[in-house]
Every structure is written in structure tokens, then in C-alpha cells.
């Protein structure tokens, strides 16, 4: 199975970082779990804008084994508005399908129910494998029109405890008096 995963960078951060009880996705476990659990062997994490504070933060969802992907912008253009990669996924994503480039299915992370129609229309080609939506909460209710195959949640505890990022354990040395 060759899957690619197409990630809504912003919608993953805000689903499970700026909610009542949240939490942080451990970048490598969540590769590891979309390559075992949904074949995925290329995984595309949209990001926005491309901003030289996070380069940091870019480096470490490459070493995770994502592919990122900027939105284009102009040189003078403010770097406070939004990254809006809606289009940008859509666009990859059907020009994929439209070229047979050679996958089976498309794995959407994405709770945000703008790509609903292309989801849709995957599904009619039998390229649509399974939106997982960040938050069950937040996930938009047009995806619940879908049969309950087409969609997971990585809220829910058997998933969570699998790619969440653990605290880091400190080596506390025996103190010898």
C-alpha cells in the first residue's frame, strides 16, 4: 500500500494545542503511526508562510520524515497574516489524482470542513482512504454525513496515547552522603 498523507499544519496545531485540555503530537511517533496504521510512505505537512523565527520548528518536522510545504507569497508582504493552505492542499492533492501519479489513497489530517467536497470526490475514485481529524470537537459535522470508515479522530485515547509527545524523563543520580 502507497499512501500519501496531506497535513493542515494549522488546523493539527490549534485542534489539539489551543483547546480546554491540550496536548502536543510527538512529530516522529505520528509519521511512524501513518506509515504502520495507514501505509502512508510521503506525508506533506502545509505550513503557511515561511517565517525565519521557526526555522527551528521546520527543522524538526523534517527530521520527523515530513515533506513541508509553504504557501508562495510576495517579498513585502506582512508576515502576520494567516496561512491559509486550504487551497494549496486541494490543488496537490487533485493534481496528484488528475496526473495518475502512482498512490493508492489519500489520507487527509484536517478537520476543517473546507476540503469537503474534494474528500467527496476522492472517495467517488476510490482515492480517499481516511480524514483524521484532530479533534473530534472541532471537526467540521460535514464529514459526519461520510460512513463512519471514511474518518478517525487522534483525540481519542487509544490514538492519543500512541503519537502524543511524552514528557521527557530526567536521570535523577542517587545522592551519596
Known amino acids: 500500500m502507497s499512501n500519501q498523507a496531506f497535513i493542515d ?3 493539527l496545531h490549534f485542534s489539539t494545542a489551543k483547546v480546554a485540555h491540550p496536548w502536543k503530537i510527538d512529530l ?6 501513518l506509515e504502520r496504521k495507514y501505509g502512508v510512505d510521503k506525508a506533506y505537512y502545509f505550513i503557511g508562510y515561511y517565517m525565519e523565527e521557526l526555522s527551528e520548528m521546520y527543522s524538526k518536522i523534517q527530521e520527523a520524515g515530513f515533506i513541508i510545504v509553504f504557501r508562495k507569497h510576495e517579498t513585502n508582504m506582512k508576515s502576520t497574516k494567516k496561512g491559509n493552505v486550504d487551497t494549496d492542499i486541494v490543488f496537490i492533492t487533485m493534481r496528484k489524482v ?3 501519479e502512482d498512490f493508492d489513497k489519500v489520507i487527509l489530517v484536517s478537520g ?3 476540503y469537503f467536497k474534494m474528500v467527496q470526490y476522492l472517495i467517488e475514485k476510490s482515492k480517499f482512504g481516511r480524514l483524521l481529524a484532530p ?3 472541532y471537526m467540521s459535522s460535514l464529514y459526519k454525513t461520510l460512513e463512519p470508515k471514511y474518518y478517525a479522530f ?3 485515547s487509544e490514538v492519543r496515547q500512541k503519537i502524543e509527545l511524552r514528557p521527557r524523563k530526567h536521570n535523577k543520580k542517587a ?3
Open 9 to 11: 499544519g494549522q488546523n
Open 28 to 33: 516522529r511517533r505520528f509519521r511512524v503511526y
Open 98 to 100: 488528475a496526473d495518475n
Open 112 to 114: 476543517d470542513g473546507d
Open 135 to 137: 479533534n473530534e470537537r
Open 154 to 156: 487522534l483525540n481519542r
Open 175 to 177: 545522592s551519596s552522603s
